[in-house]
């Protein structure tokens, strides 16, 4: 069996952000960047579905800029087989990478597509719910344990107040929660090894597909700054600021 999985690269997240000056959005040039640790896990999920038997290729996506091939090197010294860059200087917002990966969908067949449920720099958590509905297939979003059944995968979903547990019919979408597994490190003989394995790089242009962004930022701005807290002596203190300066008991 098949499985596409896919890697985004984002602002690394131990990193502060910082909003431009205009407002236009946010500073990324000479920023450390890194693969989305929800992709991380889905391509951790992919790997030891391979080590177990049940999946025979793993196929990395990452849609963005060339530097997004670094991102896809990592995929593979994890231990995917081949990657595939979707190249563009485009702003991506969900729905046209979910156009895109419908198009390679459609080219590379798989049973399966694997996607981090949310990039953490948009948060926008909508890419895996729209990649399946354009291609009409079942979706199981937040997964924190996927096992494989015949022609069915049985899926465990965080949801508010507990887990659900469901099957879809496969080829079907899941998105991978933070508790679905935990990423292995990529090892230097593997980092080495991944710069031999396959990548090709396509056009949103030649997959026929229209990535124009459909919202437009207005503005971006920092949150406001909190003052500095302060340090009180005992319980008794504490208890007679809360009463009388925050009158909050
Ligand atoms: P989002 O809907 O933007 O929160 O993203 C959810 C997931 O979709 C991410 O964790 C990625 O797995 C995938 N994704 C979103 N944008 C991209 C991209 N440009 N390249 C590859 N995967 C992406």
Redesign the pocket.
């Known amino acids: 069996m098949k499985v596409l999985v ?4 984002v602002i690394d997240p131990y990193v502060k952000v910082r909003v431009k000056s205009d407002g236009s959005g946010v500073e990324t040039a000479n920023v450390k960047m890194t693969m ?1 640790p ?2 991380e896990i ?1 391509v951790e999920q992919a790997i030891r579905m391979k080590e177990a038997g049940v999946v025979s290729e793993i196929v990395a ?4 800029a060339q530097q ?1 091939q670094e991102t896809l090197r990592t995929a593979l010294a994890m231990g995917a087989d081949r990657g595939i860059l979707v190249e563009t200087g485009a702003e ?1 917002q ?1 729905l046209a ?1 979910a156009k895109v ?1 419908k198009a390679i969908v459609a080219k590379e067949q798989p049973k399966l597509v694997i ?5 953490i720099d ?7 719910q729209m990649l399946a509905a354009l291609l009409g297939w079942p979706q199981a979003a937040f997964a924190s344990g996927i096992v494989i059944n015949g022609e069915s995968a049985d899926v465990t979903r965080e949801i508010d107040g507990g887990l659900e547990k469901l099957t879809v019919k496969l080829p079907a979408v899941v ?1 991978a929660d933070l508790r679905l597994n935990e990423p292995r490190y990529v090892t230097l003989p593997n980092i080495m090894k991944a710069k031999k394995k396959p990548m090709e790089t396509v056009k949103p242009e030649a997959l026929g597909v229209d990535v124009a962004p459909r919202l437009k930022t207005l503005k971006m701005q920092e949150p406001a700054r909190r003052g500095a807290g302060v340090k009180v002596a005992d319980v008794k203190e504490l208890v007679a600021k809360l009463k009388n300066e925050a009158r909050v008991i």
């Open positions: 896919t890697v985004k690269r989305n929800f992709c889905a996506v990452s849609i963005g997004c991506m969900p990478v990966l996607v981090g449920k949310q990039a948009d948060d926008s958590n909508q890419t895996g998105t």
